[in-house]
């Protein structure tokens, strides 16, 4: 069975900064496209960051320069660093991954409530 877990969501301040990550299981990790998505109320289910397995990274125009993915593969863990934390960045995160789009894989979502 497939299973991605994310942890590290919760609220926080705006200006704050917070991590998540991604354990997954039941894949081999270093052929997997990793990435997170984020969803907020009365929007569409937006890219957020992702990274291949050689660590290519592409990150959406809203929060580049702000947050970092990374993967450590002998964790079969991804990671998003987010950074300077606005209002805006509030949403139901989603962990995914993917092979070669043949296959993909979501996690069940972790909540982030950016607000002071």
């Known amino acids: 069975q497939v299973q991605l877990v994310e942890s590290g969501g919760g609220l926080v301040q705006p200006g704050g900064s917070l991590r998540l990550s991604c354990a997954a299981s039941g894949i081999t990790f270093t052929i997997y496209t990793m990435g997170w998505y984020r969803q907020a109320p009365g929007k569409q289910r937006d890219l957020v960051a992702s990274?291949?397995?050689?660590?290519?990274?592409n990150y959406a125009d809203s929060v580049k320069g702000r947050f970092t993915i990374s993967r450590d593969n002998a964790k079969n863990t991804v990671y998003l660093q987010m950074n300077t934390l606005k209002s805006d960045d509030s949403a139901v995160y989603y962990c995914y991954a993917t092979r070669a789009g043949v296959v993909s894989y979501w996690g069940q979502g972790t909540q982030i409530s950016v607000s002071s």
């Open positions: 990274i291949t397995g050689d660590g290519r990274t």
